[in-house]
């Protein structure tokens, strides 16, 4: 059914911007009432919910992460980005994008149906 598929950069400088594409296939990004979040994975720990954007367009983000985060979509291409500014070693991670329905909380992890595989980001120097 709903496939997802993250990509970009697997390796990041420090001080940069992460970048990453969430494409997604067998239903559409703007589909009632979802909403399509980045959720990361740093190495030895547990997932960390980044942001959303729902399929109203509307975005939400982790209050730690808000400030260096954007969530954008191209409803041509049935995509979703994400943005995360100035990374450090500390955003190293798995980085997944997943859907979940707009009743289930962001941090539910089993409410998400749907995940992309997952991509890793280095970021080092």
């Known amino acids: 059914q709903v496939q997802l598929q993250e990509s970009g950069p697997g390796l990041v400088k420090p001080s940069q911007t992460l970048s990453l594409t969430c494409t997604v296939s067998?239903?559409?990004?703007?589909?009632?009432?979802?909403?399509w979040s980045w959720i990361r994975q740093p190495p030895g720990k547990g997932l960390e919910w980044i942001g959303y954007?729902?399929?109203?367009?509307?975005?939400d983000y982790s209050p730690s992460l808000k400030s260096r985060t954007s969530i954008s979509r191209d409803t041509s291409k049935n995509q979703f980005t994400l943005q995360l500014s100035s990374v450090t070693p500390e955003d190293t991670a798995v980085y997944y994008c997943?859907?979940?329905?707009?009743?289930?909380?962001?941090?539910?992890?089993?409410?998400?149906?749907?995940w992309g595989q997952g991509t890793q980001v280095t970021v080092s120097s």
């Open positions: 997943a859907r979940a329905p707009i009743t289930r909380a962001t941090t539910e992890w089993d409410a998400y149906d749907y």
């Open positions: 067998g239903g559409s990004i703007t589909t009632k009432y979802y909403y």
């Open positions: 954007m729902a399929y109203s367009g509307s975005t």
